[in-house]
């Protein structure tokens, strides 16, 4: 009797430990942006907690779980009314949002970024409003952009229209200017999400020429209805952000996995995998369910689409889309 007391207690005792740190990181992260008030919410959490696991070991269990139970309920009540929102003053690559209109086969797309970097402190800023004929659309490829080893990567995704002009489209975190990325922090409402279109010499050049990360691009092989589907899904996206904003989150809501959602939706029921987080291996899910070009492994899709050195001499070039895919052999 006395063991299934004390293995209920480690349980128990287990239980306030995690929803502890959960409630600690929760509070940290979203209490960031000033240190006084992080310290000083942290600090208290943590000594309620303690003092919860102190009336446990002295085994007042139900005093214990009750006292708990309420110090939990009001930091979840606290959570659920934390809301995101569209009005804080934005790092100036997200400062604005694209939106866009869908008039038969034309979109109009406003708020396109087209910045010129030369650093990432100095840059010209522009937002220009385009128009894109889908009658045209021809490509779909996927830019992968590793910053953090080879299992985490950026995801864009660009079309191809007829007349030689990509857009890509990007879903990035919304950062507030001054604050600092955290994978950690991604999970506890740090961020807003945002989709963006950009041309790839803007959203390329900036991780290639400016952050210096790894890029490599992969043709992707989908149907034109398809293609079309997606275009305007990216679209609806952005726009539905612009009316009703949202929390990034490091798992459900992040580069990989809207695509992946979008995807779903026009194409149907596709295989959940580890790769679609560890997004680093995305070729190799990709390639498995028949979206790259079958004639070439992973390994030599890889080869012939790292265009990382291909962008840094193409750098301004007007023709900067195409000279990224140099060598990069079409689909079949």
């Given at each position: 009797?006395?063991?299934?007391?004390?293995?209920?207690?480690?349980?128990?005792?287990?239980?306030?430990?995690?929803?502890?740190?959960?409630?600690?990181?929760?509070?940290?992260?979203?209490?960031?942006?000033?240190?006084?008030?992080?310290?000083?919410g942290?600090?208290?959490?943590?000594?309620?907690?303690?003092?919860?696991?102190?009336v446990?070991?002295?085994?007042?269990?139900?005093?214990?779980?009750?006292?708990?139970?309420?110090?939990?309920?009001?930091?979840?009540?606290?959570?659920?009314?934390?809301?995101?929102?569209?009005d804080?003053?934005?790092?100036?690559?997200?400062?604005?949002?694209?939106?866009?209109?869908?008039?038969?086969?034309?979109?109009?797309?406003?708020?396109?970024?087209?910045?010129?970097?030369?650093?990432?402190?100095?840059?010209?800023?522009?937002?220009?409003?385009?128009?894109?004929?889908?009658?045209?659309?021809?490509?779909?490829?996927?830019i992968?952009?590793?910053?953090?080893?080879?299992?985490?990567?950026?995801?864009?995704?660009?079309?191809?229209?007829?007349?030689?002009?990509?857009?890509?489209?990007t879903?990035?975190?919304?950062?507030?200017?001054?604050?600092?990325?955290?994978?950690?922090?991604?999970?506890?409402?740090?961020?807003?999400?945002?989709?963006?279109?950009?041309?790839?010499?803007?959203?390329?050049?900036?991780?290639?020429?400016?952050?210096?990360?790894?890029?490599?691009?992969?043709?992707?092989?989908?149907?034109?209805?398809?293609?079309?589907?997606?275009?305007?899904?990216?679209?609806?996206?952005?726009?539905?952000?612009?009316?009703?904003?949202?929390?990034?989150?490091?798992?459900?809501?992040?580069?990989?996995?809207?695509?992946?959602q979008?995807?779903?939706?026009?194409?149907?029921?596709?295989?959940?995998?580890?790769?679609?987080?560890?997004?680093?291996?995305?070729?190799?899910?990709?390639?498995?369910?028949?979206?790259?070009?079958?004639?070439?492994?992973?390994?030599?899709?890889?080869?012939?689409?790292?265009i990382?050195?291909?962008?840094?001499?193409?750098?301004?070039?007007?023709?900067?889309?195409?000279?990224?895919?140099?060598?990069?052999?079409?689909?079949?």
């Amino acid at each position: 009797m006395e063991a299934l007391r004390t293995a209920g207690l480690a349980i128990v005792v287990s239980i306030v430990v995690v929803a502890a740190v959960w409630g600690a990181l929760a509070l940290w992260f979203k209490l960031s942006a000033k240190r006084n008030p992080t310290l000083l919410g942290v600090g208290a959490w943590t000594f309620f907690c303690l003092v919860v696991i102190v009336v446990l070991s002295m085994g007042r269990i139900a005093a214990g779980i009750t006292l708990f139970a309420v110090l939990f309920a009001a930091l979840l009540i606290w959570w659920s009314l934390l809301k995101p929102s569209n009005d804080r003053v934005w790092n100036d690559d997200v400062a604005r949002m694209t939106n866009g209109v869908a008039a038969g086969d034309v979109v109009t797309l406003q708020n396109v970024r087209d910045f010129d970097w030369r650093s990432r402190s100095d840059y010209d800023a522009r937002w220009e409003t385009r128009v894109y004929d889908l009658r045209r659309l021809r490509s779909l490829d996927m830019i992968l952009s590793y910053w953090a080893g080879p299992t985490i990567a950026h995801t864009l995704v660009s079309f191809g229209f007829d007349d030689g002009a990509q857009v890509v489209f990007t879903v990035e975190i919304r950062r507030r200017r001054g604050q600092l990325f955290s994978e950690i922090g991604g999970f506890f409402k740090m961020y807003e999400l945002s989709i963006v279109a950009a041309t790839e010499r803007d959203a390329v050049r900036v991780r290639t020429n400016v952050r210096g990360e790894d890029d490599y691009l992969y043709r992707v092989r989908l149907a034109p209805a398809q293609m079309r589907s997606l275009f305007l899904a990216y679209v609806d996206a952005a726009n539905r952000l612009v009316e009703t904003p949202r929390f990034y989150n490091t798992i459900t809501a992040n580069c990989t996995t809207i695509i992946y959602q979008m995807v779903v939706r026009i194409v149907g029921r596709l295989p959940l995998s580890p790769r679609l987080l560890l997004s680093g291996y995305l070729p190799e899910y990709v390639h498995a369910i028949g979206g790259l070009d079958s004639r070439h492994s992973v390994p030599a899709l890889r080869a012939l689409g790292r265009i990382t050195e291909r962008a840094r001499a193409a750098d301004r070039s007007p023709s900067f889309s195409a000279d990224i895919r140099a060598g990069i052999p079409d689909l079949d």
